[in-house]
């Protein structure tokens, strides 16, 4: 079943307590309760970051669909390859890679850079959405990248981390920017790249097959 992300909680409860001092009571036994969750790891308080520039349903036939088309365009050697893939495509292509990679290793759920990642693609750019935690502290990110290529493979570089009022870890960067191009490279791996391009909800990747 497809699924919305970014998925966005509606609503906040409201607690009325009739005398002050319940107030400053109930305040400092929540706030303690708190530091006490995060200390052991069962709970990380979210902060709020910026919001996610385009809207993606996540879906695992349009994976399929891209992995598809690369593998029937890669099938001839030699062959001249052009493959065009959308928000949702990407998306969905990212999602379950993170998903797989945490299932087939426990420890990844810790140590995976981002979770719930968004693909957006506009004239020339491309920005990663997602979840991150730092700290004790779990924020939303929005990560610009810079597309390119090395030696005929994905390359892609993080321009740009914005984490709201938290600070940016040194090693994000490097990362997300590791995760984009293992995604890239696995599923592109027959074919020798030679131009990439960013349009309007889309990406084009081209090159030869190998």
Known sequence: MARTAPISLGGAANLHLP?????GFAG????????????????????PGPAAP???????????ALVQRIDAQTRTHGRTVTITA???????????????????DPSMVATMPIDHPVVCF??????????VGYMGVKSTALITIAAALS????????????LGPVSVPQDL???????INDVLNQNLSQIQLTQVQI??????LSGRAR
């Open 54 to 64: 385009c809207a993606v349903t996540i879906s695992k036939p349009a994976a399929d």
């Open 28 to 47: 400092a036994l929540l706030l303690a309760l708190s530091f006490a969750l995060t200390a052991c790891g069962l709970w990380q308080p979210k902060v």
């Open 199 to 204: 349009t309007q909800n889309q990406i084009t």
């Open 173 to 179: 960067g490097t990362l997300v920017s590791g995760l």
């Open 19 to 23: 005398l002050r001092a319940a107030e």
């Open 86 to 104: 959308t928000s949702q495509e990407i998306t969905s292509l990212l999602n379950l890679f993170v998903d797989a990679a945490k299932q087939q």
């Open 151 to 162: 030696d005929g493979r994905a390359a892609f570089r993080v321009e740009r981390v914005d």
């Open 122 to 131: 506009s004239s020339g750019r491309m920005t990663l959405y997602g979840e």
